[in-house]
């Protein structure tokens, strides 16, 4: 098996898929606006021909180089090339009022570097563990695996728990189209045979994550992005590695850790990991000043939860995050199923994907390190030539995955329902992993009826299925429990 691995993801087809997925996703994300989710959405549909290990690892590689691409604009410019960089600018933009862009650059790529490569060490050790684990589940325990995913989705993304719970019923809402799969009956499909086999979700998260994104930039498309600094100097001086190599480790551990929570983002690991390492500091003050450990920390932990987002979505099924949730899309076409059963029945494809996540890391630090200037150069494309090419591979992607231009004006609905969703600031991701998790939740919770013959003592039967009520219901009660807490101390 170990040979069958090395001699895959080290080919040469492989290789350049890898190295072309880091390329494109640093790219992505150098340009403000252009999120690591929206990029992977786009080239999703050039890997419907591909064979499995190249698919998933190209969407890999554009993962990983997009969370690093965003702090090249957050330095430069200000401005986060996505979410997952907002923390770095704190620190990252002072070092450029320096003239010490170049450093800062320098920084951030060797700790993207290191919290990638935790995630990856954490995404080997820990999900073969765990898949064994999850092959004790029947359908009580996935039921309520998803329950908890849900309530979690619903109570961390965006700012208000009502819209992350209006979002997810959406999501599930949609998922119940089609015929259903334990009775055979056609349900919410209007005598449209398109949606008999229910609501095609590549489309969906095609329009939601790229295609509002695309709208959203015409907003701002005579808007340029200069950059006036010079990049020099990017390679870490000594004392930058000091701090580099004391910090990056915890925070890649911390991201990580974020990661696995089902539906947190990178963004929530980075500014974790920076709150983390002011924490730790003996200059606290310092932070938001221009100081290496304010580059280091963020970086490394929005790194971090790239592979530690791979984990729940390889062994159970469940997305760590948006583009986890892409990627349980792109298995999908390639016909295989996320979850424990993966690791007995395409051991390989697995472990090439832990390794081919590797190389991509390494990949990133080359190209960061030796290629920053052409970088650079991506954020003068003007938004006229880019926004257009955005709206044409919506559109070509979506019609490639059944050649049906119904898939196009899925696409387009949701691209304009998620277009208003980000003005009225509802984030679109619990409406994608709701349409995911909904027929994970369903089915289990009528097999696990079927099972008991209608007890619902079924879902209280096993120590497993105990610690995910107790789980659920600590996610749901702890934010309410808080804010009355902190209300009776106020008073």
């Known amino acids: 098996m170990l040979l069958e691995v090395l001699s895959s993801v080290f080919s040469f087809q492989i290789l350049l ?36 290990i190249p698919g998933i690892l190209l969407l890999i590689g554009v993962y990983v180089g997009a969370i690093y691409g965003g702090s ?36 951030s790529t060797v700790s993207s570097f290191i919290g990638g490569v935790v995630s990856v060490l ?53 998922s119940f189209i089609g015929i ?23 489309p969906v998260m095609i329009g939601l994550f790229a295609m509002s994104q695309a709208f959203s930039t015409v907003e701002k498309i005579f808007v340029p992005d200069q950059v006036t600094q010079k990049i020099s100097k990017v390679w870490p001086s000594k004392s930058d590695w000091k701090v580099i190599l004391k910090i990056t480790p915890i925070s890649g551990v911390i991201g990580t850790i974020i990661g696995i929570v089902p539906g947190a983002g990178a963004e929530i ?54 583009v986890a949730a892409i990627l349980i899309g792109a298995l999908t076409v390639q016909g295989l199923q996320p979850g424990p059963l993966l690791f007995t029945e395409h051991t390989t494809l697995v472990y090439s994907i832990f390794l081919g996540m590797f190389v991509a890391n390494v990949t990133m630090l080359v190209l960061g390190l030796s290629s920053l200037k052409l970088f650079v150069k991506v954020l003068s494309v003007p938004k006229a030539i880019l926004t257009p090419m955005i709206f044409i591979l919506c559109v070509v992607g979506s019609y490639a995955i059944n050649t049906n231009f119904f898939d196009v004006g899925v696409m387009l609905f949701f691209g304009i329902l998620g277009y208003f969703m980000q003005k ?31 007890s619902y003592s079924i879902f209280f039967a096993s120590p497993i299925a105990w610690v995910f009520v107790i789980l659920t219901l600590i996610t749901l009660l702890g934010p309410v429990v808080g804010d009355v807490l902190k209300k009776k101390r106020v008073a």
């Open 72 to 107: 090249i604009s957050a330095i430069l410019l200000r401005t986060p090339g996505t979410p997952a960089a907002a923390a770095t600018v704190l620190d990252g933009y002072e070092f450029s009022k320096r003239g010490e862009s170049g450093r800062a650059l320098g920084i």
């Open 424 to 454: 009225a600031d509802i984030s679109v991701s619990p409406a994608v992993l709701g349409l995911i998790l909904g027929p994970m939740a369903e089915t289990n919770y009528r097999r696990a009826l079927l099972m008991s013959e209608g």
């Open 122 to 174: 954490a995404l080997w050790l820990i999900s073969p563990q765990l898949a064994k684990l999850a092959l004790r589940f029947s359908a009580p325990e996935f039921f309520l695996l998803a329950v908890f995913g849900l309530s979690i989705i619903a109570s961390i993304s965006g700012n208000s728990l009502a819209k992350g719970v209006l979002c997810g019923a959406l999501g599930i809402s949609l």
């Open 17 to 52: 898929f890898i190295i072309l997925g880091v390329f494109t996703g640093i790219c992505i994300g150098a340009l403000p606006g252009l999120t690591a989710t929206m990029g992977v959405a786009l080239v999703l549909p050039l890997t419907f021909g591909m064979e499995a």
């Open 180 to 202: 259903d799969n334990i009775t055979g009956y056609p349900r919410f499909t209007f005598n449209n045979i398109n949606l008999l086999s229910g609501m095609s979700f590549i």
């Open 269 to 322: 690991g980075a500014f974790v990991s920076y709150g983390q390492a002011k924490r730790m500091s003996k200059h606290p003050e310092r932070f938001g000043t221009g100081i290496p450990e304010g580059i280091a920390a963020p970086e490394a932990g929005n790194n971090g939860v790239t592979g530690g987002a791979l984990i729940p979505m390889l062994t159970m099924g469940v997305p760590g995050d948006a």
